[in-house]
């Protein structure tokens, strides 16, 4: 089955950028979707279709994706983004939809 | 506004039955296909089946196919999930999830889960 990989926890100073980055087999020719997921809460959507953002979501998350890495990236870093970031994708091959592991965003 | 709201978790022993709800409003239910996702205690969110809303087409993670059947009652707006012969791993969060409409693959809304726990 298909596998996204995503580092357990990226660190950042508020204000700064965060760039968490998911990495697959050709994941360029997948469409991409991220979500957040703060303690205690359901995931949210944050970024659809590799760069799309949902209304209500900040214009300070945007998304990329090509060759074998997808980049979400968090621009003027709040405290509040803290949460846990989840890319996930649809493997047509088996009809099976994928999340990667997650990771941690810590704002120091 | 959406609103998907789980119901039926608990604690069950390994090898008992169980069965999920998931009650939708806010849109028109029979339009949009419906997947759970699980979340163990800790750890990331995992991918547990679909229901699409044409047709009967259903798809399962291998670790549940045969064991969980997933299902629908456009008629009361309303998501399964019965899970039988069920194992400690299976102990999990148990999200609702609405697929976002047309020809997308993500998660457009979420309920807020219920808990599944599998213990003797």
């Known amino acids: 089955s298909y596998i996204l990989t995503q580092p357990p926890s990226v660190s950042v100073a508020p204000g700064q950028t965060a760039k968490i980055s998911c990495g697959g087999n050709n994941i360029g020719r997948n469409s991409v979707h991220w979500y957040q997921q703060k303690p205690g809460q359901a995931p949210v959507l944050v970024v659809y279709d590799d760069s799309d953002r949902p209304s209500g979501i900040p214009e300070r998350f945007s998304g990329s994706n090509s060759g074998n890495t997808a980049t979400l990236t968090i621009s003027r870093v709040e405290a509040g983004d803290e949460a846990d970031y989840y890319c996930?994708?649809?493997?047509?091959?088996?009809?099976?939809?994928?999340f990667g592991g997650g990771t941690k965003l810590t704002v120091l | 506004q959406v609103q998907l709201v789980e119901s039926g978790g608990g604690v069950v022993q390994p090898g008992k039955s169980l069965r999920l709800s998931c009650a939708a409003s806010?849109?028109?239910?029979?339009?949009?296909?419906f997947h759970w996702v699980r979340q163990a205690p800790g750890k990331g969110l995992e991918w547990v089946a679909v229901?699409?809303?044409?047709?009967?087409?259903?798809y399962y993670v291998d670790s549940v196919r045969g064991r969980f059947t997933i299902s629908r009652d456009n008629s009361k707006n309303t998501l399964f999930l019965q899970m039988n012969s069920l194992r400690v791993e299976d102990t999990a969060m148990y999200y609702c999830?609405?697929?976002?409409?047309?020809?997308?693959?993500?998660?457009?809304?979420w309920g807020q889960g219920t808990l599944v726990t599998v213990s003797s």
């Open positions: 996930q994708v649809w493997d047509n091959n088996s009809d099976h939809w994928v």
């Open positions: 806010g849109f028109t239910f029979s339009s949009y296909g």
């Open positions: 229901l699409w809303s044409e047709g009967n087409n259903k």
């Open positions: 999830v609405r697929e976002a409409g047309g020809a997308d693959n993500y998660f457009d809304s």
